[in-house]
């Protein structure tokens, strides 16, 4: 694969992890895991297709910016994504001990 058509996978990554990004930051969670999972699939073909070539300057400093986008984008998706996600934990710890108690000792009875 050329260069260019390498260049523009990642910035085909660089464009989803922003809409990740901005899903995250909306609390869509249906839409970013719709995202990431194009997102998986482009970082699947730039794994097949990048073979090391060497790359003019401007392509290399290119790649390295794009890169370092993506990557910027990740960890501000991962900030916003961990506290959900141990919320998200910590209610089904709570539900799932609610229905346990419930179980054990039976619900509505009268006192």
């Known amino acids: 694969m050329e260069s260019l058509e390498i260049i523009s996978l990642y910035e085909n990554v660089a464009s989803l992890t922003n809409q990740m990004l901005n899903a995250a930051r909306d ?3 249906e839409r970013l895991s719709v995202l990431e999972s194009d997102c998986s699939l ?3 073909a730039i794994k097949t297709a990048d073979t090391p070539t060497p790359l003019s300057p401007e392509l290399k400093e290119r790649k390295i910016r794009v890169i370092k ?3 910027a984008d990740d960890r501000e998706i991962r900030d916003i994504t961990e506290p959900w996600m141990t919320e998200l ?3 089904m710890r709570s539900s799932n001990t609610a229905m ?6 039976g619900t509505g009875s009268a006192a």
């Open 100 to 105: 346990k108690v419930n179980t054990a000792y």
């Open 27 to 29: 609390r869509d969670w």
């Open 89 to 91: 934990s910590q209610l």
């Open 42 to 44: 482009k970082v699947e």
């Open 69 to 71: 986008k993506i990557l």
